[in-house]
């Protein structure tokens, strides 16, 4: 109950500090917040080349929406990803670079790993509004679903926030977390099913002569239950299967509240580590 009123007595705070990040991200650039619908165009056009044309991938048809494109069905799995993603890099920076503040005053310090989300988070939906527009000019009637669609955007902002105070906290006093967390985004965007089904994980495999759940395995990571999901609202415009839905809620809701215990345990001697 402490926390909640501190947080509630910072709140002017947090949304000046949401704002101060929205004016920094794109200031002095020519395109402005255009570059938050660019970067995932570009993403969009490489990826939808090099799979679609290249690899030739085959997406499934959306069932029951009937949507047969690779392009729609990457970007349904795209954009929570690049959210993720975001939020994890933004993150492991932002206390380091405000120690001058962290040193001068006492605030919750939280607040500086969710203002980069809050950031994040407005420049998300408004790829997601993007997305929806699209999505509905080829006659996919996706607006029924957007309020299941923007309670998957607060299940994922709760883990994504979790990761971040984790991460944030940890690169203050191990400064490797920042470059071994470069090398895990790497691994981790291909072992997501973001530019590939999730039908081509096969679901055993033989590996020294012992059969491997591989697909129980790989459903384990939050990451490919959160991109199931998306992709279920958007992509197939259905609810995503219970199972899946309750993984991605529960995995998130663990994350935040690990995230934010390991952060205020190591948040006792911030100042003299920033």
């Not at 349904?76 to 933004?90: R, S």
């Not at 105070?165 to 490797?176: E, G, I, Q």
């Not at 090398?183 to 999730?198: G, I």
Request: charge should be positive.
């Amino acid at each position: 109950m402490t926390s909640l009123a501190e947080y509630r007595r910072n709140r002017e705070l947090a949304a000046n500090l949401v704002l101060r990040e929205l004016r920094s991200r794109y200031k002095r650039t020519a395109l402005g917040y255009g570059w938050s619908l660019l970067n995932p165009l570009a993403a969009v056009a490489i990826y939808g080349i090099v799979f679609s044309v290249f690899l030739k991938v085959a997406p499934p048809v959306g069932d029951p929406s009937g949507l047969d494109s690779f392009v729609l069905f990457l970007v349904c799995g795209l954009l929570p990803w690049n959210y993720f993603a975001n939020v994890t890099n933004a993150s492991l920076d932002v206390l380091l670079a405000n120690a001058n503040l962290i040193r001068k005053v006492y605030f919750p310090r939280e607040l500086l790993v969710a203002s980069v989300t809050g950031a994040l988070l407005v420049t998300y939906l408004v790829e997601l509004v993007v997305l929806v527009v699209i999505l509905v000019s080829v006659g996919s009637m996706v607006l029924p679903w957007i309020p299941v669609l923007l309670l998957l955007v607060v299940i994922q902002t709760l883990l994504v926030l979790g990761v971040g105070l984790a991460l944030s906290v940890c690169n203050v006093y191990f400064r490797d977390v920042k470059h071994f967390m470069a090398l895990v985004l790497m691994a981790l965007f291909y072992s997501v099913p973001v530019v590939y089904p999730v039908s081509l994980v096969p679901k055993e495999r033989t590996v020294l002569g012992v059969e491997v759940p591989v697909r129980f395995l790989y459903e384990l990571n939050p990451l490919v239950r959160m991109v199931e999901c998306f992709r279920a609202v958007l992509y197939d415009l259905r609810f995503p299967p219970l199972g899946t839905f309750a993984y991605f809620t529960v995995s998130a809701l663990v994350c935040f509240a690990g995230g934010l215990t390991l952060f205020r345990r190591l948040d006792r001697r911030l100042a003299e580590e920033v």
